[in-house]
Every structure is written in C-alpha cells, then in structure tokens.
C-alpha cells in the first residue's frame, strides 16, 4: 500500500468483499475478514530513500490514512493489519524456512544492476530507463506504466539509478530462488479440480501454467522488508509479493492473539471444511492461483487451499487509467469530500467491472444516485413510512384478506431475497444489486396501483392491508441493504426500531419482516439528488491551485 487507494482499487478488492462478507453475516455465516497494508517493497524504499526518512515513517503515515477512509466507507473488517508488524515478521520467517527445509529453496548467483555512487543493488524501481518494447522512456525496472509489460531491471535501455541518477554497472549477486516448476503437477491437479473458482480465473491459471512455470526470486536486496531466513541470506529480504500473500493467515494469527485465541487461525486455515475466497483485481491473478497454493503446498502442512479467487476487470475513469501524478481519477479521501460512502458503494457495485473493463463517468453517476438510490430505493422507502406514520399513527397494521396483488409483492420479497442470495453466493454482486432495485420498482408499482393515500379515507381496511403488504418490502430491504449500504441500513433500522445488527436475520425466510403492532419513527429521506454541477464544484475545490 503506497497511498490512499483509488475507487478502481476499492471496488477491485476491499469493497466487493465487503459486500460479500456482510451479507454471509445476515445468512449466519462463520465469516473471518481479514486484510492489511502491504507495507514493504521498493517504492516505499525508493520514496523514503529520496525524502531522507525511515521508510516506517511513511509506511506508519499512509497506513494510518488507509485506516481511517476505510473505516469510513464503513468496510467492516474483523482485522485490517500491517505486514510489517512483529507477528506477520515471525510467521514469514518461520514459514519460508520450513520450504527451505523441504528442499523447495536454492540459490544461485544472478546479474544484477548496482549503483557504485550509492554503494547499492538496484532491485525493481530503485531503476529507470527506456522500455525495449514500446520506447518509453521513464519506464520503471519493474513494469513500464506506459506499455503494461513487465520486466526486469536488465531489459531496460539506458538504465540510471532512480536515487542518484548514475549510470549502473552489472555485477554478481546470489539470491534464494522458490522452485516453482516441482510443483507444477500438485497446482495442476488442484486448479483443474477446482469447481468454484470462476472460469475465466480458472483458464488463465491453466494457461499459465501450460507455458511452463519458473523458478520464482525468493530474496531481494532491499534494506526495507522481512530478513530473509536462510543460511548465508544475511543482508536479503523476502520478496514482497512473496511474504505479502501469506498476510491473510499471519492477519487471523494476529487476531487471535487480540482475542485471546492463539490457536484461531489454525480453525480456519487447517480445518479442511473452511472455504478461503479472495478478492482482488486481474493483474494479482497468479500471486492467488499459483504462488499463494504453491506456497502453501511446499510449507506440508494441510492447509486450505483457495476456495475461489474474484477477480475483477479494469475500472477505468472516463475512459482513462488511473494516475494520480496527472490527476487522473478520484481517490477515496476525495471522494468523501464529495458525497456520503454510501452513495459511492452504490454506484461502485453497479458498475462493478466483473467481466469486462468499465469506465467511471461522472454524468453517470449522478443520473444513476438520481433514479436509482433516490427515486427507486429512497422514495419507496420514504413513501411506505411517511404513509404509515401519517395515516395510521406510526404503527405497522394488522393485514385483512389478500388479493393477487398483495400476495404477488410478497412473493416477489421471498423471490429477490432468494435471488440475492444464490447471485452473491456467487459473488455475483452487480447482479444481485439489481434485484434489490427491480423489487423496489415492483413496490413502487404497487403503491401506485394501489393508491393507499385515498383508500385510507374510504376502505381504511384495504389502505392497512396495503401498507402492511408494503413494509414487508421495507423490512426485508432493511435487512439486505446491509450488505450494500450499511448507513443506510443503519439509519432505515433505526426509523424501523429494530436493532441495528442483522447477523443471521436471513438463515431462513419464514415469517414477517415487519410484525404488525410495529410503533415506527418519523421518516427521515435516506437519499438526496444530486446534480453534476455540484459534483464539478465540489471536485474543483479538491483540485490543487
């Protein structure tokens, strides 16, 4: 973690979980959601070394932002930790000596870049130069930003050190190496066998593989990281996309000790029913589908392997990729500034870029908080409480006989919440969002149709029955929208005076969502419009002068 993440980051990892590990809640799941700052590597390195600071001083700075706009997108973690913390340390450490001990560690000498002004290797972005695939010419050691590739530090035209900007020199330098082809046939079967794991996921995994699987550098010459273990790594690192995966479990160790369980990770992580799904953007594909299990299958112990691995597209913005050094796209501490998290969540999982790329638009995003949060999900809302606090005192009614029309939206609530449920469980969630909004536009239909606020004058019996009809939509609506929109949830459940927590309301589907009897409070609009001038106004006074 270099920054505050982008909405194409929360969307890609923290927020699609999120939304996944809430709602296993309301089924009544045993859910454990873990996740952390990466806090090593060389960009933080690279960045300390040229600001003349301790790299923890910026790794303690942005983990503490990251902490605080996650909090308030409201994405409820059981733990959200830092790699480098003594725990993560220990458990790193520990582990990569037991694959040592198994034999699936070697070293050997490699050519590397080395800096003679700063009496350093230049691993990865401690290097710049000209990309030898598509010329340009600020192209960093690890990735060109301009073409995608990825390289290495040697492929570079013209390479100069990134601190000092000297021409390097190549030298010899030895490092500890995973060897990743012995488990090819173990990671094969594994991946080949796996029948949760989405299918597009599932052939890039196998087409990599086919194309033959390398030995993968353990150890890096950082002086910022996890000393590596071995005997003779004395100066090395552990290579941080490397450590970094093994921070889910090192994360449920942690929280067990904050409990007072220290043997809670071994519940999940080695117990052979527990279902690991992971949540992250394409390009961390094989960091989930090959190095994580293949780790995980040289350290001999039996742990779980992944159960599933959501992987999302690109979200773009405007068409564009994300850049923060030319200001391209909006950054999650901006976009608080602009609008309440919720209204961000909704619009995010909508468009959540589950099978393709897909572009943020800001007239978009107005129009679709416009019709969608405020005149589908807010007004119904609004309309069904406002009509039972005015009409009949605040007190949810007693039902008469039903018609077809009120047994039709009483199953369509059972229907959408079953809907839901099967489109989540497949993580499935712009899907599944949609059919919280088609059942709320069905409800709005309903009231139309129905017309409680003038047959409450002359069939007072058939406005009641019409009204309890329409606040089992609400009621369930309350209970899912947790999932989705928690402050929302939170503030519905409230007019509702129901409790807050909905862990476990939907391990089944019996019953009533909103007893009659039910004293509400005054409704309050949970939603407003927004227009995409006040979007360009509020977004202009974040643009630096």
Not at 243 to 254: K, M
Not at 383 to 392: A, D, E, S
Not at 418 to 437: C, F, G, M, P, T
Not at 490 to 505: Q, T
């Amino acid at each position: 973690m270099h920054g505050v993440p982008h909405i194409g980051n929360l969307i890609g990892s923290e927020l699609s979980a999120d939304v996944f590990a809430r709602y296993l809640r309301i089924r009544g799941e045993d859910v454990v959601f873990v996740s952390g700052s990466d806090e090593h590597g060389t960009p933080i390195e690279v960045e300390a070394t040229k600001r003349g600071v301790d790299p923890k001083v910026l790794t303690d700075e942005v983990h503490e932002k990251v902490v605080d706009v996650f909090s308030r997108f409201n994405i409820s973690f059981d733990i959200y930790t830092r790699t480098h913390n003594p725990i993560h340390i220990s458990f790193c450490q520990s582990f990569f000596k037991r694959i040592y001990d198994n034999g699936y560690i070697f070293e050997r000498d490699v050519d590397q870049l080395y800096c003679v002004s700063c009496g350093r290797f230049l691993p990865d972005r401690f290097v710049l130069g000209t990309c030898p695939h598509c010329g340009y010419a600020s192209a960093r050691g690890d990735q060109c930003e301009a073409c995608g590739k990825v390289l290495d530090p040697l492929e570079l035209v013209s390479p100069i050190c990134a601190i000092c900007g000297s021409t390097p020199e190549i030298r010899a330098t030895r490092h500890w190496f995973f060897d990743l082809p012995r488990l090819t046939e173990p990671l094969k079967a594994w991946i080949s066998a796996n029948q949760h794991m989405p299918e597009r996921v599932k052939a890039f995994t196998l087409s990599w593989i086919e194309e033959g699987l390398r030995p993968r550098a353990v150890t890096r010459d950082n002086r910022w990281g996890i000393p590596a273990p071995f005997p003779g790594a004395a100066g090395k690192t552990i290579y941080v996309w490397l450590e970094a995966v093994l921070g889910y479990i090192s994360a449920t160790v942690e929280l067990g000790e904050r409990l007072g369980r220290p043997g809670l990770w071994e519940d999940y992580w080695l117990d052979r029913e527990c279902r690991t799904i992971f949540f992250i953007g394409k390009d961390n594909v094989p960091f989930h589908t090959i190095i994580l299990p293949a780790l995980l299958l040289a350290h001999g112990d039996r742990f779980v392997l992944p159960w599933s691995v959501s992987a999302t597209e690109y979200l773009t913005y405007e068409g564009q990729k994300f850049s923060k050094s030319k200001r391209i796209g909006i950054w999650l501490d901006e976009a608080l500034e602009i609008l309440p998290s919720d209204y961000w969540r909704y619009y995010l999982v909508k468009m959540r870029p589950e099978t393709a790329d897909t572009s943020f638009k800001w007239s978009d995003f107005a129009s679709t908080i416009n019709s969608d949060l405020n005149d589908d999900v807010g007004n119904f809302v609004h309309r069904v409480l406002t009509f039972i606090y005015q009409f009949l005192g605040g007190v949810v009614p007693q039902p008469r006989d039903l018609d077809e029309a009120d047994r039709r939206l009483l199953g369509k609530v059972v229907e959408t919440l079953r809907s839901i449920d099967s489109l989540l469980l497949e993580v499935r969630e712009k899907q599944a969002l949609n059919e919280l909004v088609e059942l709320v536009r069905e409800g709005n239909s309903y009231l139309n149709l129905k017309e409680p606020w003038k047959s409450y004058k002359t069939a007072p019996e058939q406005a009641a029955t019409t009204l309890y009809v329409a606040a089992q939509a609400v009621g369930a609506l309350s209970i899912i929208l947790d999932a989705f929109l928690p402050e929302a949830a939170y503030r519905l459940r409230g007019m509702l005076r129901l409790p807050a927590n909905v862990s476990g309301a939907l391990r089944s589907l019996g019953g009533e969502f909103l007893a009659p009897g039910t004293r509400i409070e005054r409704p309050e609009p949970l939603f407003r419009k927004v227009s995409e001038r006040e979007l360009l106004e509020k977004r202009m006074r974040l643009a630096p002068a």
